[in-house]
């Protein structure tokens, strides 16, 4: 008789999960609590698989054997816990995706910074040479990619919340670009909480493995001391000199691996401290995998960054504007506005998560002519910067947002979209508000 596997979420990964389970035999049956996207219903009734949406049919899934929730799902969700005193075992996609490959994984998390850093180790391998899939928190689904691809490697950006769900998954390289505070409610507002789940990514590590750090980061420093692993651990830092990893002096990267190199950032697509920090902990994952100096040089001045990442979106009267909707926290906001030399007109706000804005208040003094606002509830913003910027504007679209913009610049000045909060007051998502500021400026 077949085993029965139950999918929570018939996202890009919950589809993903079932197309695997479909070809290793399960008797699949995927639940959405939401709707369903039509690609997606296509897909699953390609592979004859059952599925429900907007609604969580229990009778259906708690006989399970296994269950795959999306990472989005909490574990307090009543239907998962409830599965969890029945005994039933409940993993992530990337975990499921695992049980069924022998390709050797280069994992990626961190608050910030994991995104570009995923793209980035990506394509130093790809350029290389290298067999590897891109997946994870990005790109197409790991298990999608195991039942339909034959990669060597691949390159998997992992959340928290994946790395919560992971069992006998192992990371051949795993790197943890940095700790700061961001989803707390669900980490029981802990901070430690937060990190030691970030140190996941280390589990079933041995000596053979490498993990890959940011030397400079308080938190991660605190969670490796609290969290022990077996894997080499390799540093990466602007403020030190370690004797192997990579350090920064100036716009100068120092690789120092089996074989010693230097990078230079001018060469680079990618600018900023944030960026420096990126490449480095991309480059050491690069040449542990024994890729070339001069291809790893090569990569770096043809790579082309995420969507919603401090993406140039165009120049209009001489005054550019920078998408980076992607920045949902304060951390990446910093790093957003800590990389712009012209004075910026910062467009911000949304859904907050707690934000403390005090971080940002020098950047704000010393780099902003004023701040739009860009969501439902702007009172905080208003409170935190009043008295560092002459003028603060309420919007309510990101058309609103980039005509107001486009009527207070002046040449030389750039508009950055990084909002440092969530998106669903009034998008759908982070995504939704990066492509509406996208059309709002190609139609100035």
Same mark, same amino acid.
């Given at each position: ?118 793209? !980035? ?12 899939? !891109? ?280 508009? !950055? !979209? ?27």
């Amino acid at each position: 008789m077949r085993k029965r596997l139950v999918i929570l979420g018939a996202g890009e990964s919950g589809t993903g999960a079932a197309v695997l389970g479909a070809a290793q035999n399960w008797d699949v049956f995927v639940s959405d609590k939401g709707k369903i996207a039509p690609k997606y219903q296509d897909e699953l009734n390609l592979h004859n698989i059952a599925w429900e949406q907007q609604q969580h049919s229990e009778e259906k899934i708690l006989n399970a054997d296994l269950i795959i929730k999306s990472p989005g799902i909490p574990d307090k969700a009543p239907l998962v816990a409830a599965a969890i005193a029945k005994g039933i075992e409940v993993i992530d996609e990337l975990e499921f995706g695992y049980r069924y490959t022998q390709a050797k994984m280069i994992s990626i998390t961190g608050t910030n910074g994991k995104t570009t850093t995923t793209l !980035l180790t990506y394509h130093l391998l790809k350029q290389a040479g290298l067999n590897v899939g !891109l997946a994870g928190n990005i790109g197409r689904s790991l298990a999608r990619q195991v039942a339909q691809e034959n990669f060597d490697y691949y390159v998997v950006e992992m959340s928290s919340f994946q790395l919560d769900r992971i069992d006998t998954y192992r990371s051949h390289i795993a790197i943890l670009c940095n700790i700061t505070p961001d989803h707390l409610d669900r980490y029981e507002y802990n901070v430690n909480t937060y990190a030691d789940s970030k140190m996941r990514i280390t589990r079933n590590q041995d000596a053979s493995d490498y993990f890959i750090y940011c030397a400079d980061d308080e938190l991660t420093r605190e969670a490796m001391s609290r969290n022990p692993f077996a894997a080499k651990a390799i540093p990466f830092s602007l403020h030190t000199k370690p004797n192997e990893g990579a350090y920064g002096e100036g716009s100068t990267l120092n690789i120092l691996l089996k074989e010693k190199f230097t990078l230079d950032m001018q060469e680079f697509t990618l600018r900023g401290q944030h960026n420096a920090y990126n490449s480095m902990a991309a480059s050491v994952a690069a040449s542990l995998m024994d890729v070339r100096k001069d291809s790893i040089r090569e990569s770096f001045t043809n790579f082309q960054n995420a969507e919603h990442r401090l993406e140039f979106v165009q120049k209009v009267g001489g005054v550019d504007y920078i998408n980076d909707s992607k920045a949902t926290n304060v951390n990446s906001a910093w790093y957003a506005l800590e990389s712009m030399d012209r004075p910026v007109i910062w467009i911000a706000g949304g859904v907050d998560k707690g934000n403390n804005y005090a971080d940002l208040k020098n950047l704000v003094k010393s780099k902003v002519k004023m701040i739009i606002c860009l969501g439902l509830d702007n009172i905080k913003i208003h409170q935190a910067f009043q008295a560092d910027v002459d003028l603060i504007i309420n919007t309510s679209s990101a058309k609103e947002a980039v005509h107001v913009a486009s009527k207070m610049a002046d040449q030389g000045d750039v508009v !950055l !979209l990084s909002p440092a909060c969530a998106s669903f007051d009034l998008f759908d998502s982070y995504e939704d508000r990066g492509r509406q500021f996208k059309e709002a400026v190609r139609h100035l």
